[in-house]
Nanobody, 123 residues
Framework: QVTLVESGGGLVQTGGSLELSCTAS????????MGWFRQAPGKEREFVAA????????YYSDSVKGRFIISRVSAENKIFLQMNNLKPEDTAVYFC????????????????WGQGTQVTVSS
């Protein structure tokens, strides 16, 4: 059984930065993908960023490209999301997910999810 635990959310002003982390239990294989999604009230879960575990290939949504950076520490089975130049529209619950597959931008494709961490950006 895989468990994912996120941390690092909080309240920040527009233009500020936050770093989220996600630690996964169990082994992560090179073909696996770890991703970040977010969900605002009344909206669907939205793709933010993903990283292919073995090659380290990174993927970003257009809305965060150039502002957010996804990274991993393989030895610790951990991923990070560095969020810079935050905007009020980034406010959401952020979820970490693990995918055994290739559809990294599709939430329903992920097999495992963390409990989420709230990010609030004030204007």
């Amino acid at each position: 059984q895989v468990t994912l635990v996120e941390s690092g959310g909080g309240l920040v002003q527009t233009g500020g930065s936050l770093e989220l982390s996600c630690t996964a239990s169990g082994r992560t294989y090179s073909s696996h993908i770890m991703g970040w999604f977010r969900q605002a009230p009344g909206k669907e879960r939205e793709f933010v960023a993903a990283i292919r575990w073995g090659a380290g290939t990174k993927y970003y949504s257009d809305s965060v490209k150039g502002r957010f950076i996804i990274s991993r520490v393989s030895a610790e089975n951990k991923i990070f999301l560095q969020m810079n130049n935050l905007k009020p529209e980034d406010t959401a619950v952020y979820f970490c997910g693990k995918l055994i597959g290739s559809d990294f931008a599709i939430a329903s494709a992920y097999q495992y999810w963390g409990q989420g961490t709230q990010v609030t950006v004030s204007s």
